[in-house]
């Protein structure tokens, strides 16, 4: 059936969108005709009309994965997501490639399953580098590799494909990876890159509310899961694939967050992805631009600058909390600095619907509160 959502005549924007100020780095702005789609009744989620639904979504899925693989949702944020590809694929070993808060996360569920999980780390900020990991996985003891493509706690694009190269070439573990901040924002191209389990949310560059969950499974990794004893239940994705292939969810799924789904893959498909991508870009370009000229700086090292969020320095004077709730005294929602960078940074989340018109808004009432002394903002008042 045809995305009842995939109007060419209808406009991405209502008047109830403009301007956005919300630059959350997940949850995203969701657009008001999502937001609406939801108020449907509780259907029966096995059922005349929830099924075709779920169809339509089980099919559009795969191409914002570049993949031929399926891709499975789950009722649940990341995390579950994010624990279930190690408890489905992984026995005994895996590396985690450690360069920011989330990626840290990964490693410490690791080894709150059990795994002997090891870390490869560099400091916040700084992207991970494949000749580094290709040392390490050389020597084949791993299972399975963990990747965060962008890091949100420091905005940094981890070097996605190459990284998976080097595993690939040196070793047979699996490429785990966790695109939730990245996926609908920048290219993640699963199948050409090699990309055993790809993970996002709802919430993020989908610009979806949050609640669901979705990841993408190769056929090896498909095939490690027959081997793994202990896969939980809600954490089994073996048994998420077949009930997939059977049309459905695992168990009861949060309704209203797969009807918004349904409503921003039409919306998707209007923008289409490549032109989503270019925005994405723009969007960092002037960020990064405004940030240059105004003495802020970008918390993630030159070259591997996320297009979907950028974490930058207060400048001097200001303790970055400050600015965050001067900004709110506008009207505007930043995302606070996260992690070991909470005091130093503030994060601004130019993912999902944000426009470029939307950002220059930011940037002026940003631009305002830079000129004023420190002691006037809104917190210390
Ligand atoms: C890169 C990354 N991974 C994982 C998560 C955790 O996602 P969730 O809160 O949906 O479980 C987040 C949330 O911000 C994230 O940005």
Same mark, same amino acid.
């Given at each position: 059936?045809? #995305?009842?959502?995939?109007?060419?005549?209808?406009?991405?924007?209502?008047?109830?969108?403009?301007?956005?100020?919300?630059?959350?780095?997940?949850?995203?702005?969701?657009?008001?005709?999502?937001?609406?789609?939801?108020? &449907?009744?509780?259907?029966?989620?096995?059922?005349?009309?929830? #099924?075709?639904?779920?169809?339509?979504?089980?099919?559009?899925?795969? %191409?914002?994965?570049?993949?031929?693989?399926?891709?499975?949702?789950?009722?649940?944020?990341?995390?579950?997501?994010?624990?279930?590809?190690?408890?489905?694929?992984?026995?005994?070993?895996?590396?985690?490639?450690? #360069?920011?808060? *989330?990626?840290? &996360?990964?490693?410490?569920?690791?080894?709150?399953?059990?795994?002997?999980?090891?870390?490869?780390?560099?400091? *916040?900020?700084?992207?991970?580098?494949?000749?580094?990991?290709?040392?390490?996985? &050389?020597?084949?003891? *791993?299972?399975?590799?963990?990747?965060?493509?962008?890091?949100?706690?420091?905005?940094?694009? #981890?070097?996605?494909?190459?990284?998976?190269?080097?595993?690939? +070439?040196?070793?047979?573990?699996?490429?785990?990876?966790?695109?939730?901040?990245?996926? /609908?924002?920048?290219?993640?191209?699963?199948?050409?890159?090699?990309?055993?389990?790809?993970?996002?949310?709802?919430?993020?560059? !989908? /610009?979806?509310?949050?609640?669901?969950?979705?990841? %993408?499974?190769?056929?090896? $990794?498909? $095939?490690?899961?027959?081997?793994?004893?202990?896969?939980?239940?809600?954490?089994?994705?073996?048994?998420?694939?077949?009930?997939?292939?059977?049309?459905?969810?695992?168990?009861?799924?949060? +309704?209203?967050?797969?009807?918004?789904?349904?409503?921003?893959?039409? @919306?998707?498909?209007?923008?289409?992805?490549?032109?989503? *991508?270019?925005? @994405?870009?723009? !969007?960092?370009?002037?960020?990064?631009?405004?940030?240059?000229?105004?003495?802020?700086?970008?918390?993630? $090292?030159?070259?591997?600058? %996320?297009?979907?969020?950028?974490? !930058?320095?207060?400048?001097?004077?200001?303790?970055?909390?400050?600015?965050?709730?001067?900004?709110?005294?506008?009207?505007?929602?930043?995302?606070?600095?996260?992690?070991?960078?909470?005091?130093?940074?503030?994060?601004?989340?130019?993912?999902?619907?944000?426009?470029?018109?939307?950002?220059?808004? !930011?940037?002026?009432?940003?631009?305002?509160?830079?000129?004023?002394?420190?002691?006037?903002?809104?917190?210390?008042?």
């Amino acid at each position: 059936m045809a #995305n009842p959502h995939l109007d060419r005549s209808a406009s991405l924007r209502s008047a109830a969108d403009d301007p956005i100020r919300f630059f959350l780095p997940g949850p995203s702005y969701v657009l008001a005709r999502v937001r609406e789609a939801q108020t &449907r009744a509780t259907v029966a989620h096995r059922g005349p009309i929830f #099924n075709p639904v779920y169809e339509r979504i089980a099919r559009q899925l795969p %191409s914002l994965f570049a993949t031929r693989s399926p891709v499975v949702t789950a009722t649940g944020s990341a995390t579950l997501m994010l624990q279930a590809c190690l408890q489905s694929t992984v026995e005994r070993r895996s590396l985690h490639l450690v #360069n920011g808060a *989330f990626s840290q &996360r990964w490693f410490e569920i690791a080894r709150s399953l059990g795994l002997e999980a090891e870390r490869l780390a560099v400091p *916040f900020g700084q992207a991970i580098d494949p000749s580094q990991v290709r040392e390490v996985v &050389r020597s084949g003891r *791993f299972e399975a590799v963990t990747v965060v493509h962008c890091e949100t706690s420091t905005g940094v694009l #981890n070097p996605l494909a190459d990284l998976a190269r080097v595993v690939r +070439e040196e070793s047979d573990a699996l490429v785990l990876v966790d695109a939730v901040s990245s996926l /609908a924002g920048t290219p993640v191209a699963t199948d050409e890159w090699g990309l055993d389990l790809v993970v996002t949310a709802s919430q993020k560059a !989908l /610009a979806v509310p949050p609640g669901v969950s979705f990841v %993408s499974v190769s056929e090896r $990794a498909e $095939a490690r899961m027959s081997a793994v004893e202990s896969r939980g239940y809600y954490t089994d994705l073996a048994r998420y694939l077949a009930k997939h292939r059977g049309g459905g969810t695992l168990s009861t799924p949060v +309704e209203s967050v797969y009807w918004a789904l349904d409503a921003q893959l039409g @919306h998707l498909a209007l923008e289409g992805l490549e032109p989503r *991508f270019r925005r @994405h870009l723009r !969007l960092r370009q002037r960020t990064l631009e405004w940030a240059k000229a105004h003495g802020f700086e970008p918390a993630a $090292a030159e070259g591997h600058r %996320s297009p979907t969020v950028t974490a !930058l320095r207060a400048p001097a004077g200001w303790a970055a909390p400050d600015f965050v709730s001067a900004l709110a005294a506008e009207g505007y929602t930043l995302g606070p600095g996260y992690a070991e960078l909470a005091a130093t940074t503030f994060r601004i989340g130019h993912m999902g619907e944000i426009l470029e018109r939307d950002l220059e808004g !930011l940037l002026d009432a940003m631009e305002e509160i830079a000129e004023r002394p420190p002691s006037l903002t809104s917190s210390s008042l």
